[in-house]
């Protein structure tokens, strides 16, 4: 415990952290859709950590920044490899930065229906979310992380 301590302390503020989620029967047989579930996150300069988090039926939610495109909602197209997320609630201009990242992280955008389309598999790690990286951990959401053991 005095080790976590020392570290944290060296580190700054410790990072949100969203409880895991339970990974759906359906989603342990799909590894695109159970890599995807969980929290995603950006780790601010301000070193307050944003945070996106996808949850088992298409639930997309932003904490820490980016409020502003809540609810979102996601989808998975396997056999083209898109994630596609829809952010019915977000203003016009606040939609609009996602134009410039396409083919910088954003496989398409379409304003009209408010949604971005990104080239996803198991295998990726990143999302360019109007500029802002968000991150997955290698971890598998709706694992229990295990104590660490001090000697």
């Not at 932003?62 to 490899?81: A, C």
């Amino acid at each position: 415990m005095g080790a976590s301590l020392i570290l944290g302390g060296c580190l700054g503020k410790a990072p949100l952290k969203v409880p895991p989620v339970a990974v759906p029967e359906q989603a342990k047989t799909n590894p695109v859709e159970a890599h995807l579930l969980g929290a995603w996150e950006n780790p601010g300069r301000s070193g307050k950590t944003k945070q996106m988090v996808f949850s088992a039926g298409g639930g997309l939610q932003f904490s820490g920044g980016l409020e502003y495109f809540n609810p979102g909602r996601w989808e998975l197209d396997p056999d083209r490899h898109e994630l596609i997320i829809t952010l019915p609630q977000a203003d016009d201009e606040k939609l609009q930065i996602f134009q410039l990242y396409v083919g910088d992280g954003v496989k398409a955008f379409d304003r009209r229906q408010e949604r971005i389309t990104y080239a996803f598999d198991d295998q990726t790690w990143s999302l360019n979310v109007g500029g802002w990286i968000y991150s997955k951990s290698e971890e598998p959401s709706g694992q229990a992380q295990p104590e660490p053991v001090i000697k």
